[in-house]
């Protein structure tokens, strides 16, 4: 079955701060996705990786950066937490277009 | 600009009728589409895939595809309260590059009252 894990499922930071959020997915597949979600704007693509090492820029890059070490694991890094990145944050991964979401991480930045 | 577009409702459907889901997409390249349902706190899941014009159907849900007007529908029978939620619809695009991105319609919601 397919499975993609986030490591937290809620999180408060304080602005300013550093925050690491982790997806792992169990399903050998080469592409993960990072978005976020907020009423009324949709899902935003933030970063993207089809390959270890390998990321790209989606729509929204700016105050996060990304890093894929491993084919299972895909960090979204805010370098300076900010209160406009308060958002819900899902990972995806897919091998060809399907994509298959994890639990999403609620973060809020006071 | 690669558009998807839905029409963010309420869509609001008796138990048991069927509810009909609308989605059109501004890129004639696109090859592939997909719903997912999305529960109120909850992240997507996928319930339907469509790659060919024509009808898919599984279950209860049964995809319709029109390439030619650029149309992509989703028909739920005999809706069930358990089915209220947010259905987004999502466009894939061929070409080496594209990695399997997706891009996004808003989102319809639906709700079936008892």
């Known amino acids: 079955d397919v499975k993609v894990t986030q490591s937290s499922r809620y999180l408060v930071k304080r602005t300013g701060e550093k925050v690491f959020l982790e997806c792992v997915q169990d399903?050998?597949?080469?592409?993960m996705f990072w978005y976020r979600q907020d009423p009324g704007l949709g899902l935003r693509l933030i970063y993207f990786?089809?390959?270890?090492?390998?990321?790209e820029k989606g729509d929204i890059p700016e105050g996060y950066s990304v890093s894929r070490e491993k084919k299972e694991r895909f960090s979204l890094i805010l370098e300076s937490a900010s209160t406009n990145q308060t958002s819900m944050y899902l990972c995806?991964?897919?091998?060809?277009?399907?994509?298959?979401f994890g639990p999403g991480t609620r973060l809020l930045v006071l | 600009q690669k558009e998807v577009e839905q029409n963010s409702g309420p869509l609001s459907v008796p138990e048991g009728a069927i509810a009909s889901l609308n989605c059109t997409y501004s890129?004639?390249?696109?090859?592939?589409f997909f719903w997912y349902r999305q529960y109120s706190g909850k992240s997507p899941e996928l319930i339907m895939s469509i790659y060919s014009n024509g009808d898919k159907e599984d279950g209860r849900f049964t995809a319709q595809l029109n390439k030619a007007s650029q149309y992509v529908s989703l028909l739920i029978r005999d809706s069930q309260p358990s089915d209220s939620a947010t259905y987004l619809c999502?466009?894939?695009?061929?070409?080496?590059?594209?990695?399997?991105?997706?891009?996004f319609g808003q989102g319809t919601i639906l709700t079936v009252h008892p």
């Open positions: 995806a991964s897919s091998s060809s277009q399907s994509q298959y």
């Open positions: 399903m050998d597949h080469e592409n």
């Open positions: 999502a466009v894939g695009y061929a070409g080496g590059t594209s990695y399997g991105k997706l891009t």
């Open positions: 990786s089809y390959d270890v090492k390998m990321k």
């Open positions: 890129d004639r390249g696109s090859q592939s």
